[in-house]
């Protein structure tokens, strides 16, 4: 099966991905497409598999670990005050969580319900030349926490 995301993942493991933030023990920690929330970030598992559930416990446990650690690091990089964490796989049969750091400076009736609400289409894209300091301060903190591969 080819997803976007097993796309994704060959694209990173080839360095062809510019959105590629760090190779970590279960995957591929990537900027988002678009940045309506600055730092939105992706784990993206290697190898690619179906859903959470087909993982044993020992990749379950290091997936999940390593998605908190890049919230961690998200907190740390930016002004967010909390992280959302979403794994939902109905348009890409193919296990990715969706990491989203979430801001005070949010519209009131945006900050208090999912993401999914806001325009996806009108949100900035992912820029390297603005994106970059950002991705190697999530970088530096991955390797600091011991999670990068």
Same mark, same amino acid.
């Given at each position: 099966?080819?997803?976007?995301?097993?796309?994704?993942?060959?694209?990173?493991?080839?360095? &062809?991905?510019?959105?590629?933030?760090?190779?970590?023990?279960?995957?591929?920690?990537?900027?988002?497409?678009?940045?309506?929330?600055?730092?939105?970030?992706?784990?993206?598992?290697?190898?690619?598999?179906?859903?959470?559930?087909?993982?044993?416990?020992?990749?379950?446990?290091?997936?999940?670990?390593?998605?908190?650690?890049?919230?961690?690091?998200? $907190?740390?990089?930016?002004?967010?005050?909390?992280?959302?964490?979403?794994?939902?796989?109905?348009?890409?049969?193919?296990?990715?969580?969706?990491?989203?750091?979430?801001? &005070?400076?949010?519209?009131?009736?945006?900050?208090?319900?999912?993401?999914?609400?806001?325009?996806?289409?009108?949100?900035?894209?992912?820029?390297?030349? &603005?994106?970059?300091? $950002?991705?190697?301060?999530?970088?530096?903190? $991955?390797?600091?926490?011991?999670?990068?591969?």
């Amino acid at each position: 099966m080819s997803t976007l995301i097993h796309r994704r993942v060959e694209d990173c493991r080839q360095g &062809r991905n510019p959105k590629t933030i760090a190779r970590v023990h279960s995957g591929w920690a990537v900027l988002g497409d678009v940045q309506f929330l600055r730092g939105y970030s992706l784990l993206l598992p290697d190898p690619v598999v179906v859903d959470l559930n087909t993982m044993t416990r020992e990749q379950r446990e290091t997936y999940l670990y390593e998605m908190s650690v890049i919230g961690d690091a998200l $907190l740390s990089a930016t002004d967010a005050y909390r992280i959302n964490y979403e794994i939902l796989g109905n348009t890409e049969a193919a296990l990715h969580a969706h990491i989203f750091p979430r801001y &005070r400076s949010e519209p009131q009736e945006l900050r208090r319900i999912p993401v999914w609400s806001y325009d996806w289409q009108n949100a900035p894209p992912f820029d390297v030349s &603005r994106d970059q300091a $950002l991705m190697d301060r999530i970088a530096q903190y $991955l390797d600091h926490a011991g999670i990068v591969s």
